[in-house]
């Protein structure tokens, strides 16, 4: 059964850091492509970062770069996103997500389209 469980989000003022985590079923983790995306009130959702879980370099959106990382505990099948110097456009509901059978096409890896499974989301709120 596929499951994402996601925790780790509140409210933090800008500057602030938080770490938001995603465990996920063995069989979801394994050798897939796993991201972390963001959807604030009248917003599409938008790509943050991603990974390929088997191994390879991290995919971050500009907006982020610099201030988030993501990383993976491949032990406990979980994906994290270490958020620093938040600003307040920060501010969303957090999903995690993970490809599937079918992985992204080559420089899709932030495209929600590209992701078959979904968490249930965490809330972050960042106050200036």
């Known amino acids: 059964q596929v499951q994402l469980v996601e925790s780790g989000g509140g409210s933090v003022q800008a500057g602030g850091s ?20 963001r959807q604030a009130p009248g917003k599409e959702r938008e790509g943050v970062a991603a990974l390929y879980t088997g ?8 907006s982020v770069k610099g201030r988030f990382t993501i990383s993976q505990d491949n032990a406990k ?3 994290y996103l270490q958020m620093n110097s938040l600003k307040p456009e920060d501010t969303a509901m957090y999903y995690c997500a993970a490809s599937g059978l079918r992985p992204p096409a080559f ?3 932030l ?13 972050v709120t960042v106050s200036s």
């Open 107 to 109: 420089g899709t890896y």
């Open 77 to 79: 099948n979980t994906v």
């Open 18 to 37: 938080l770490r938001l985590s995603c465990a996920a079923s063995r069989y979801t983790y394994s050798r897939n492509y796993m991201g972390w995306f």
């Open 55 to 62: 191994g390879s370099t991290p995919y971050y959106a500009d």
């Open 111 to 123: 495209f929600p389209s590209e992701y078959s499974y979904w968490g249930q989301g965490t809330q």
